[in-house]
């Protein structure tokens, strides 16, 4: 079955460094999309890709789409403790309803 | 903002035991999804429900468990009986749209539930 992995697993940065998580899919996607989850927490929706090698931001985050639609990227700018949290990526094969999370990459930002 | 609710928040079972979770999806949204958290691991695909009906379920969704909408407002996971590998975080979550339209999934604050 489809499987979507990350890395890093971890990842602790000074605050102010940047940070990136990958994505990585052994299915061709239709569409990936990012959460983050803060300890404790539930997921939150961040943002959908859905073009091939499509860029999206906001603010300090940067979200990217392979050409081949199936890995995708998040890059974090000059980080801030508030970045805290697992942050996960989520694809959808085509013909699905269902969401195949990835397996996460948890973010410490050290002040 | 809206908001998916969930209850309860937390609840403590006897294996074997019948746990019925709910939640309160968006007004306005029409797919409603469950997932499972186990601590410390990823959020996993139970089912998803469309129209009075499941869409699709994963391999985890077997027949200890069922979903329903029971009126215009809840949506509810059962689990017949219990088995402490089902202890985790379970999440509702619903969007407007389908996935094939584009979604926004929004997740409830989730239902932690200990099998003992």
């Known amino acids: 079955g489809q499987q979507v992995m990350q890395i890093p697993q971890y990842q602790h940065v000074q605050e102010g460094e940047d940070f990136t998580t990958y994505c990585n899919s052994s299915?061709?996607?239709?569409?990936i999309q990012w959460y983050k989850q803060r300890p404790g927490g539930h997921p939150v929706f961040l943002i959908q890709?859905?073009?091939?090698?499509e860029v999206k931001k906001q603010k300090r985050l940067t979200f990217q789409f392979g050409e081949a639609k199936k890995n995708s990227s998040l890059h974090i700018t000059a980080t801030q403790t508030t970045d805290v949290g697992t942050y996960f990526c989520?694809?959808?094969?085509?013909?699905?309803?269902?969401?195949?999370f990835g397996t996460g990459t948890r973010l410490k930002v050290l002040a | 903002e809206p908001e998916v609710t969930q209850t309860p928040s937390h609840q403590v079972t006897q294996m074997g035991q019948e746990v019925i979770l709910r939640c309160v999806p968006i007004?306005?949204?029409?797919?409603f999804y469950w997932y499972r958290q186990i601590l410390g691991q990823k959020v996993e695909f139970l089912v998803s429900?469309?129209?009075?009906?499941?869409?699709?379920k994963s391999e985890i969704f077997d027949d200890q468990f069922s979903v329903e909408r029971p009126d215009g407002s809840n949506f509810t996971l059962k689990i017949r009986s219990t088995k402490l590998e089902d202890s985790a975080m379970y999440f509702c979550?619903?969007?407007?749209?389908?996935?094939?339209?584009?979604?926004?999934?929004?997740f409830g604050e989730g239902s932690w539930l200990t099998v003992v």
């Open positions: 429900f469309y129209n009075n009906e499941i869409s699709e």
């Open positions: 979550a619903s969007s407007e749209k389908g996935p094939i339209s584009g979604n926004t999934i929004y």
């Open positions: 007004s306005n949204h029409l797919y």
């Open positions: 299915t061709t996607l239709s569409n």
């Open positions: 890709l859905v073009k091939s090698g």
């Open positions: 989520a694809g959808r094969g085509g013909g699905t309803y269902k969401y195949i």
